[in-house]
C-alpha cells in the first residue's frame, strides 16, 4: 500500500514561490496524486490533481517526476492568505480497492 | 450552490448517548464518506459509499455507522458514543470516479463526548 510522507510544516514569505514534497514510494500503477488545502475550522478543499508529469491550473502546479515515486505542489507567489495545512493524497487503484491513503498535512505559514 | 452540508456544527454529549451527524450534498454525487481528524494523525476515513445502499468501512470503522437509503444523505450514528471519539468530523463527496474524486467537503463537526 502506498504511504504518503510530507515535510511537517514550512515557513516561506510573501511574494515567493514555495514547493512542497510529498513522497508516495509505494504508489500504485493506478493511483492518482491529488492535493488539498485546509484552512482553520474548515473542510479540505482541492486544489490540484495529477498522474504524471506536469499540471498547472490558475492557482498551483503539480510536478511529478517519471516514477511518481514523489510529487511536488508549486504555489507561485504566495500571500498572506496562502497560510494553511496542505494534504497529499495518493489513491484509486482499482487493485488496491480503490483506496485512499492522505498524508499527515504540511503547515504553511507565510510571513509578510 | 454546489455544497455538503453537515449538521451539527458543534456537539456536546455525554457518554452512551446515541447521536447522529447528518450530511447532504446536491451536487449528485454518488461517493460519499466521512473522516475524523485529530491532532498529529490528520484525516482518517471512517466508512465510505460508492452509491446508494453500497457502504464500505474505511480505516477506523469501529463505534460508527452509516446508512445510504438516498443518494444525497450520508448520516454518521454513534450508537453508544465514547470519549475517544471526541474529534472534527468531516463529510465529503465525490463524482465517484474511482480515487479520481475531487472530494468536496462540509465544514466540519466538532463533537465532544464526555
Known amino acids: 500500500l502506498a504511504k504518503t510522507t510530507q515535510p511537517i510544516s514550512m515557513d516561506s514569505y510573501e511574494g515567493q514561490e514555495v514547493n512542497i514534497t510529498c513522497s508516495h514510494n509505494n504508489i500504485a500503477t493506478n493511483d492518482y496524486i491529488t492535493w488539498y488545502q485546509q484552512f482553520p475550522s474548515q473542510g479540505p478543499r482541492f486544489i490540484i490533481q495529477?498522474?504524471?508529469?506536469?499540471v498547472t491550473n490558475e492557482v498551483a502546479s503539480l510536478f511529478i517526476p517519471a516514477d511518481r515515486k514523489s510529487s511536488t505542489l508549486s504555489l507561485p507567489r504566495v500571500s498572506l492568505s496562502d497560510t494553511a495545512v496542505y494534504y497529499c493524497?495518493?489513491?484509486?487503484?482499482?487493485?488496491?480497492?480503490?483506496?485512499?491513503?492522505w498524508g499527515a498535512g504540511t503547515k504553511l505559514i507565510i510571513k509578510p | 450552490e454546489a455544497q455538503v452540508t453537515q449538521n451539527p456544527r458543534y456537539l456536546i454529549t455525554v457518554t452512551g448517548k446515541k447521536l447522529t451527524v447528518t450530511c447532504s450534498q446536491n451536487?449528485?454525487?454518488?461517493?460519499m464518506s466521512w473522516y475524523r481528524q485529530d491532532p498529529g494523525l490528520g484525516l482518517r476515513q471512517i466508512y465510505y459509499s460508492m452509491n446508494v445502499e453500497v457502504t464500505d468501512k474505511g480505516d477506523v470503522p469501529e463505534g460508527y455507522k452509516v446508512s445510504r437509503k438516498e443518494k444525497r444523505n450520508f448520516p454518521l450514528i454513534l450508537e453508544s458514543p465514547s470519549p475517544n471519539q471526541t474529534s472534527l468530523y468531516f463529510c465529503a463527496s465525490g463524482r465517484g470516479d474511482r480515487g479520481r474524486e475531487k472530494l468536496f467537503f462540509g465544514s466540519g463537526t466538532q463533537l465532544s463526548v464526555l
Open positions: 493524497l495518493v489513491g484509486g487503484d482499482p487493485d488496491s480497492n480503490y483506496q485512499l491513503i
Open positions: 495529477g498522474y504524471k508529469t506536469k
Open positions: 451536487m449528485n454525487h454518488e461517493y
